[in-house]
């Protein structure tokens, strides 16, 4: 990537990235306006017609037919001619759904030593070995009809002052868990409430039905259920109706509540950090400046034994080629691979395709189509191996770089990371995206200075100064696993001050 040093105003040498020796597009750092001078890379050229910040101009003719290339891989061809200097965006880029080329690993990588010198951070330790960053007590619905009452009991709780050491009574409300088709659809809904409530950020819980809804709390408790002595079930129908269980509820928690508040921060090894890595409303500054910084911070984390998870399968469609040569053996990616085409035969079934998933504001804040952000957003996983690939809401427990097959849509990924066990989650984003998680403190880390400048109270750091010139990429990537260290020691993220709990499961099958 070319960048330059940046004064206040912008000039023909600083006002266009070009991002790879072969790419023929280079990136408006700021909006371009025609007759405007342009020299990249030392080339000259002259801008004509209006491009908006963050989106390509061509660098070089194009003609049509003629691939187009950002960050070196194709993403498209030209529907026409593209004269350097035009805007290149939806209206002259066809999309181009072509099966790439793998290659496959024929060796097995081995995981790295830990390093001697261990950063620490201050976490809850837990029996099964994982380490909190909060301590919470969760109350999760185990279907909508018991969703109201959950709020009810958490609610309860907002005008009292909580024992020390004690971060919240959180609910998760949801709209699932009954009218379920019996079979996979409902067997993920378990899987993704059993890993809130057997989460390492929460202390203890409450999982709460109606009674005679699909999802019985009974697969939650009894012989087999973990955390057995930390998790009580109730249901609404057997405790006299909505205040009485509100009442029984709280006699339950009165007594999670003095526990919880006698279990301390410990001085912890920074590898018992599992790091959820997001992005949502992505711009084209994305794949330039935030996530690529990520990806720093990710391959640090990767480097003492802790581990990093990648989400989101529509948005590593494109760039699958380049991920799946980083996986660990064969096996690795052959699942990895696996997630991709089953994802393609899920979308199929209903008409769509992976080039949906681009949103208005995605494309307005300069991405063409999924293969260029893609792209971008597989550069939050940095360098480092693929160690493992899992489905939604499994169990995390392979150091380094994992992927997690989830949707690209903001929380129901979170959801999917957090139940799989990520005890922190960076989520980065252009657009101004706003979410966060009820037991797990979300990093937002801005892609442009006008962003984070706009939305100051949602955006915890600032990666639009590597656009700026004002930090490199590998600054911001520390900048980030050092927040990340202080964020799991206590610190608050903007979106904990915000009181951001979005919760949403993933529903694959009909409703009955």
């Known amino acids: 990537m070319s960048l330059v040093d940046i004064s206040k105003l912008p000039t023909a040498e600083n006002s266009a990235i070009h991002l790879h020796p072969s790419d023929n597009v280079a990136v408006a750092r700021v909006p371009l306006q025609p007759n405007q001078p342009l020299k990249v890379d030392g080339v000259s050229l002259t801008v004509l017609e209006p491009v908006p910040a963050g989106h390509k101009v061509a660098f070089k003719p194009i003609e049509a037919g003629e691939r187009i290339y950002r960050y070196g891989q194709a993403i498209g061809r030209a529907r026409q001619r593209i004269d350097a200097g035009r805007h290149v965006h939806t209206h002259n880029v066809a999309f181009e759904d072509a099966p790439p080329e793998y290659i496959l690993p024929d060796k097995e990588i081995p995981f790295p030593e830990p390093p001697r010198d261990m950063p620490t ?28 009452t959950a709020e009810l009991i958490a609610n309860s709780y907002c005008a009292e002052e909580l024992p020390p050491n004690v971060d ?25 409430l059993s890993g809130v409530l057997n989460h390492p950020n929460v202390a203890a819980a409450v999982i709460l039905g109606l009674g005679c809804e699909v999802n019985q709390i009974d697969h939650y408790l009894g012989k087999g259920a ?5 998790l009580v079930g109730m249901t609404v129908q057997q405790s006299g109706g909505t205040r009485a269980t509100v009442e029984a509820a709280r006699r339950e928690i009165s007594r999670m509540l003095e526990r919880a508040s006698a279990e301390k921060r410990v001085e ?6 599992c790091l959820g890595l997001n992005c949502g409303g992505s711009d084209s500054f994305s794949g330039i400046t935030a996530n690529p910084a990520l990806g720093v911070c990710s391959d640090m984390l990767a480097a003492l034994g802790a581990s990093a998870v990648l989400a989101e399968t529509p948005e590593c469609f494109g760039a699958e080629h380049l991920l799946v040569q980083r996986a660990r053996n064969r096996q690795v990616a052959e699942k990895f691979l696996g997630f991709i085409t089953g994802y393609k035969a899920y979308l199929s079934r ?20 999924i293969l260029e952000k893609s792209l971008g957003a597989a550069a939050k996983a940095g360098t480092s191996p693929m160690t493992d690939a899992i489905d939604y809401a499994e169990r995390i427990t392979t150091p380094g770089f994992n992927f997690m097959n989830t949707p690209g849509y903001d929380p129901v990924s979170l ?6 066990g990520v005890n922190v989650i960076v989520f980065t984003t252009g657009r101004g995206s706003a979410i966060g998680f009820p037991t797990v403190p979300v990093i937002k880390v801005a892609t442009n200075s006008n962003t984070y400048r706009r939305m100051r109270d949602n955006m915890d750091i600032n990666a639009g100064r590597i656009a700026d010139g004002e930090a490199t990429v590998e600054q911001i ?18 979106s904990e001050r915000l009181g951001h709990k979005e919760f949403v499961p993933w529903r694959i099958g009909p409703v009955l």
Do not use: M, W
């Open 121 to 148: 951070f201050l976490g809850y330790p837990r029996e099964d070995g994982r380490v909190g960053t909060r301590n919470y007590i969760a109350v999760v619905a185990a279907s909508n009809c018991a969703a109201h």
């Open 168 to 192: 919240g009574v959180v609910a998760f409300p949801h709209g699932e868990g009954c009218g379920h088709t019996i079979g996979p659809d409902t067997v993920q809904l378990q899987r993704t």
């Open 226 to 230: 973990p955390r057995t002595d930390r």
């Open 268 to 273: 912890t090894p920074a590898s018992k950090i």
């Open 350 to 369: 209903f008409g769509g395709s992976f080039d949906d998933n681009p949103s208005p504001g995605n494309k307005e804040g300069g991405l063409t189509n």
């Open 415 to 420: 959801t999917g990371l957090a139940a799989g």
């Open 477 to 494: 990537g520390r900048e980030i696993f050092d927040f990340l260290l202080r964020v799991a020691s206590g610190e608050k993220t903007c």
